[in-house]
T-cell receptor, first 115, second 115 residues
Framework: GAVVSQHPSRVICKSGTSVKIECRSL??????MFWYRQFPKQSLMLMAT?????????EQGVEKDKFLINHASLTLSTLTVTSAHPEDSSFYIC???????????FGSGTRLTVV | AQSVTQLDSHVSVSEGTPVLLRCNYS??????LFWYVQHPNKGLQLLLK??????LVKGINGFEAEFKKSETSFHLTKPSAHMSDAAEYFC?????????????FGKGTRLHILP
């Protein structure tokens, strides 16, 4: 079945640095990928919709200059958290739509801790 | 280790009839459980969540789910289906903040509404 590989699974970075999270569709092409974040006991919050070859669509309240999304190919989308701060510490997860099968597959998530 | 099993990949019901989407889970801890809906080319939308309060959880659009620990189930129901309910539904178990610190998605159930 469709597999989405998300890396890294955990990352700790210093405040002020940038962190890149990758989301790859391994055996299918994904023109659309979604990026979410989640805090404990809360629901997933959609951050942005990533479209291959075009600019991402950000949800209200999400800073596009802080959370840079690049979807340069049909199998890879990246989320870069720039100038990270402790409040950016969260669980980030991506999902991709399998255009062929028509379903959605989720990555395993990235735990970001900013110290 | 956590897991989520959505027992049906596709469910078809007639408009106006009850909906039952099944979900079984396993978790080493007291999990948070969620149901999300995803319409084509849209991000996930939270239907309802269980976080160790009342076992019968009411959500949006007339959906509800009952947490049954003895059966390790969290099935989603709605008394009367509407055409607009046609979408993909995901059952999710979240152990964020616990030792495993993961979000586990079911594979999804595609709900078809017959006129």
């Amino acid at each position: 079945g469709a597999v989405v590989s998300q890396h890294p699974s955990r990352v700790i970075c210093k405040s002020g640095t940038s962190v890149k999270i990758e989301c790859r569709s391994l055996d299918f092409q994904a023109t659309t990928m979604f990026w979410y974040r989640q805090f404990p006991k809360q629901s997933l919050m959609l951050m942005a919709t990533s479209n291959e070859g075009s600019k991402a669509t950000y949800e209200q309240g999400v800073e596009k200059d802080k959370f840079l999304i690049n979807h340069a190919s049909l199998t890879l989308s990246t989320l870069t958290v720039t100038s990270a701060h402790p409040e950016d510490s969260s669980f980030y997860i991506c999902s991709a739509r399998d255009e062929g099968a028509g379903g959605y597959t989720f990555g395993s998530g990235t735990r970001l801790t900013v110290v | 280790a956590q897991s989520v099993t959505q027992l049906d990949s596709h469910v078809s019901v007639s408009e106006g009839t009850p909906v039952l989407l099944r979900c079984n889970y396993s978790s080493s801890y007291s999990p948070s459980l969620f149901w999300y809906v995803q319409h084509p080319n849209k991000g996930l939308q939270l239907l309802l969540k269980y976080t160790s309060a009342a076992t019968l959880v009411k959500g949006i659009n007339g959906f509800e789910a009952e947490f049954k620990k003895s059966e390790t189930s969290f099935h989603l129901t709605k008394p009367s289906a509407h055409m607009s309910d046609a979408a993909e539904y995901f059952c999710v178990v979240s152990d964020l903040g616990n030792r495993d610190d993961k979000i586990i998605f079911g594979k999804g159930t595609r709900l078809h509404i017959l006129p």
